[in-house]
């Protein structure tokens, strides 16, 4: 099955709503296709590769188990159930946590039965924070071979500002766009958290950033930008992290 990429989906979204279109069927939808491609002249799609698909399989399976441990944990701690059904639920909490650790075992199984994926990875990890799982979900979201710079992966992954104004009377604050790619903003998101703790160049970005008056919301998402700027430019340069000032 052919997936298109957030980017795409959102363009093509809001081209057919620039035309005012209202039916919805395939001879329509075609027909808006084929002029969005003709105006906007988007670059040629490139299947992703068996191992990459392999890769963000492995990676949805798994946040869906760990969304249903979550959800189940959290049955239990605001429900009063009886001790039968809390051993049941314990049993199934044991399973899920022993198809996690199979499914982790996959994931670094496609990483090293690669040798790409395998330098990547390790490349990645060179960046304090980021751990096996975060490269896994980068290396299956963030297509670098099809993006021109780190600017334009920061816009892929939907971390860059948003800005709304008009005139003098409409200045709105900015927000980060979202009509990039969620799962990989996801990922993101926690390596940046350590990051910001423990990489001189990021801890210094957030602190001028809260001294500046920045909510800790701000912060982070600044921290992810900068984080998945970094991020590309290691794997498009096969270069490991060298630590700089911010």
């Known amino acids: 099955m052919v997936r298109l990429s957030d980017h795409i989906v959102a363009s093509t979204a809001y081209f057919a709503k620039s035309r005012l279109l209202r039916t919805k069927t395939d001879a329509v939808d075609a027909r808006m296709l084929a002029q969005f491609c003709a105006s906007e002249r988007p ?43 809390l051993k049941m639920n314990e049993t199934h909490l044991v399973g899920i946590a022993e198809m996690v650790k199979q499914i982790e075992s996959q994931i670094q199984g496609v990483l090293c039965s690669d040798v790409t994926l395998s330098r990547n990875a390790q490349l990645l990890q060179t960046i304090p924070g980021v751990a096996s799982l975060t490269a896994a979900n980068v290396l299956a979201e963030l297509p670098v071979h099809r993006l021109h710079s780190a600017k334009a992966a920061a816009a892929y992954a939907g971390l860059t500002p948003a800005e709304r104004q008009s005139g003098t009377s409409v200045k709105g604050k900015p927000r980060i766009c979202k009509t990039g790619n969620a799962k990989l903003r996801r990922a993101l998101y926690m390596a940046a958290l350590t990051a910001k703790r423990k990489v001189p160049a990021f801890k210094e970005l957030a602190d001028r950033l809260e001294a500046r008056g920045k909510s800790g919301k701000q912060i982070i998402v600044a921290v992810m930008h900068k984080l998945v700027r970094l991020a590309y ?7 490991p992290y060298q630590p700089v000032s911010a």
Do not use: C, F, H, M
Request: aromatic letters at 4%; a neutral charge.
């Open 43 to 85: 670059a040629l799609w490139e299947p992703d590769s068996d191992e990459i698909l392999s890769l963000r399989g492995l990676l949805a399976y798994r946040d869906q188990l760990i969304a249903q441990r979550i959800a189940l944990t959290q049955i239990v701690q605001s429900v009063a159930v009886g001790a039968t059904l």
């Open 233 to 239: 430019s290691l794997l498009k340069n096969q270069r």
